[in-house]
Nanobody, 121 residues
Framework: QVQLVESGGGLVQAGASLRLSCAASGRTFSNYAMAWFRQAPGKEREFVAA???????YVVDSVKGRFTISRDNAKNTVYLQMNSLKSEDTAVYYC???????????????WGQGTQVTVSS
């Protein structure tokens, strides 16, 4: 079992930056690919970015150039650096984990509770 706890969300103005953190515990962090998803009000949850133990990362085109995913394996933590935030980035952001190195497609097995990001225009 893997436990995931997100932090770092908040209310910011458009153009600002936020860094989300997700602390993992319970299993060997190095065996897991980690990802960020988000769900805006009235919309389905969507994939944002993922990274594996080897630091191979994938970020969706809609946020590429503004969002960066990274991980600190020594701290069992994955980060999502979000710059130049826009009102359409407003959502609950979820951290997720799955066993193995795959960073594109597929399902995730473990989920955090989410952290709210609100961007005012």
């Amino acid at each position: 079992q893997v436990q995931l706890v997100e932090s770092g969300g908040g209310l910011v103005q458009a153009g600002a930056s936020l860094r989300l953190s997700c602390a993992a515990s319970g299993r060997t962090f190095s065996n897991y690919a980690m990802a960020w998803f988000r769900q805006a009000p009235g919309k389905e949850r969507e994939f944002v970015a993922a990274i594996n133990w080897y630091h191979t990362a994938y970020v969706v085109d809609s946020v590429k150039g503004r969002f960066t995913i990274s991980r600190d394996n020594a701290k069992n933590t994955v980060y999502l650096q979000m710059n130049s935030l826009k009102s359409e980035d407003t959502a609950v952001y979820y951290c997720a984990a799955r066993l193995g190195p795959r960073v594109v497609g597929g399902e995730y097995d473990y989920w955090g509770q989410g952290t709210q990001v609100t961007v005012s225009s």
